[in-house]
């Protein structure tokens, strides 16, 4: 087990080093006059009162993109303060050369089935008119160029859908402890190269940032389309390319920042609502990988100690115990090399490293349960409501 981590973990690394030095990377910004094109910024929001008022800000501190844009909150409903702290979030950047409106999204129809931010997106673009749309979630921080370069180059590119995978912000200890693990299985499951390639059926898109040339979103049906689908970004980036779109994932990380979960109780929620369908409602898929995670991230840290015990109760075999426990030491120094890897090339600081162990079994976890909920409907939620 301790020589299985050992591999498993360089095979990670290696193939890590191998997507990302050949991955595609959001421009520096363009010096040309901006493009006499016209965007609109969508931001859904069910209870969203501790991210709205800053990501709203963030947008409207922006640089002009484009000739015309606008910005539209759609308040899903909510039941907490959002639509108040985005009106007044608006009221205070009144300055901005964006025009900001608050689009109420309405309950839901009766016997239909909408989940996740499909109906507050579809109720959204009944009142645009731009030629290009980007989607943003509440808990996405823009750095003040993104707009410009984003727009820019996915013009340049002839892009219908361009999508950036945003830097991940970790502030609970939960989010320590298992988003550098989930970020370095999606990097690694979802290669950025494959996904750029019109030749390879791999597509992916993060759906913290998605940029629509408003035809071609159109002509895929849109959010509507998805309306049951619960990981909707995977489902329009298969939609896109499947059609003879062009898609564009790039990394972001310069430019977008994202605070997915706030403590433990939402990132176990969010994590068992996808990981299941992220690996394609294949059941053996999904415990094998999480068995996978438990097996290099945490057992390396069960059998360092082992080893130490052991080899003081049965020191006839000292030997054997020396080796378990070197080989256990290098997966655990190969976890840091992980960590300081995703620092040089991510910004991820090495916060809380050494809790990658007990992040694997968190995640190891996570893997049943997702399966649990998912196929039984028992606790599949999000935000509190129901997904089944």
């Known amino acids: 087990m301790a020589a299985a981590a050992c591999i498993g973990l360089l095979i990670l690394q290696l193939g890590l080093q191998q997507v990302f030095a050949v991955a595609p990377k959001l421009q520096t910004p363009p010096d040309a006059a901006l493009p006499s094109t016209s965007l609109s910024v969508v931001i859904p929001a069910y209870n969203e009162a501790a991210n709205i008022g800053a990501c709203l800000a963030a947008v409207l ?16 409903d909510s039941s907490d303060a959002t639509t108040e702290l985005a009106l007044r979030t608006a009221d205070e950047q009144g300055a901005s050369a964006a025009e900001v409106h608050l689009v109420q999204a309405g309950p839901r129809p009766d016997g239909e089935r909408w989940v996740g931010k499909n109906w507050a997106c579809t109720r959204a673009m009944e009142q645009v008119s731009s030629s290009w749309v980007l989607f943003i979630d509440a808990d996405v921080r823009l750095k003040p160029d993104a707009l ?26 939960a989010e320590w402890m298992v988003q550098p693990i989930m970020a370095s299985l999606l990097g690694l499951g979802f290669p950025i190269v494959a996904a750029n390639d019109p030749a390879s059926s791999v597509a992916f898109a993060a759906g913290p940032f998605m940029l629509f040339r408003r035809c071609s979103y159109d002509a895929i049906g849109g959010h509507r389309a998805l309306a049951a689908e619960v990981v909707e970004d995977l489902a329009l980036a298969r939609r896109i390319k499947a059609e003879g779109y062009r898609l564009r994932y790039l990394l972001g990380v310069d430019a977008v920042d994202l605070r997915m979960y706030a403590d433990l109780a939402s990132l176990w929620e969010g994590w ?24 290099m991230f945490s057992t390396p840290w069960l059998l360092a100690p082992a080893a130490v015990v052991l080899r003081l109760v049965l020191p006839e075999q000292a030997g054997l115990w020396s080796a378990l426990l070197a080989l256990a030491l290098l997966a655990i120094v190969q976890q840091l090399v992980l960590r300081l890897w995703n620092r040089h090339r991510f910004a991820v600081p090495l916060t809380h490293w050494w809790l ?27 935000k509190g409501r129901q997904l089944a």
């Open 356 to 382: 990658m162990g007990a992040g694997g079994l968190l995640v190891g976890a996570i893997g049943p349960v997702s399966v649990w909920r998912t196929l039984t409907g028992r606790g599949w939620t999000w």
């Open 61 to 76: 501190s922006s640089e002009s993109p484009c000739s015309s844009w606008e910005v539209l909150v759609v308040d899903d």
């Open 272 to 295: 068992t609502k996808n990981w299941f369908l992220g690996l394609d409602r294949d059941p053996l898929r999904a415990l094998g990988a999480a068995a996978v995670v438990v097996l």
């Open 148 to 173: 410009r370069r984003a727009l820019a180059q996915a013009i340049d590119e002839e892009a219908d859908l361009f999508s950036l995978a945003p830097r991940l912000v970790c502030g609970c200890l």
